[in-house]
């Protein structure tokens, strides 16, 4: 069946970085587009970021500046490079993959950002 696996997130300090992967199997990966979604506590799920099979990018405001969407399709991973990370960037980070009717869902990342 469809598969994708997050990793990369962790406890990071405040100002810190960290870089989500996102690998993929069984789509073909190229036409999708493809997602970061978060999840904080007693929030809603949100859009963080996404990028299109041509590479046309879009971002939440409050992280635009500070987040990096990338795909690798060689890989079938997509990335999240994030840097100068805040408190209120803390949640469980998903990612997804949509064509047409199909939507997949990874089980998601912790990101922790703590002092």
């Known amino acids: 069946q469809v598969q994708l696996v997050e990793s990369g997130g962790g406890l990071v300090q405040p100002g810190g970085s960290l870089r989500l992967s996102c690998a993929a199997s069984?789509?073909?990966?190229?036409?999708?587009?493809m997602g970061w979604y978060r999840q904080a506590p007693g929030k809603q799920r949100e859009l963080v970021a996404q990028i299109g099979s041509g590479g046309t990018t879009n971002y939440a405001d409050s992280v635009k500046g500070r987040f990096t969407i990338s795909r690798d399709n060689a890989k079938n991973t997509v990335y999240l490079q994030m840097n100068s990370l805040k408190l209120e960037d803390t949640a469980v980070y998903s990612c997804?993959?949509?064509?047409?009717?199909?939507?997949?869902w990874g089980q998601g990342t912790q990101v922790t950002v703590s002092s």
């Open positions: 069984r789509i073909t990966f190229s036409i999708y587009l």
């Open positions: 997804r993959a949509a064509w047409g009717g199909n939507i997949y």
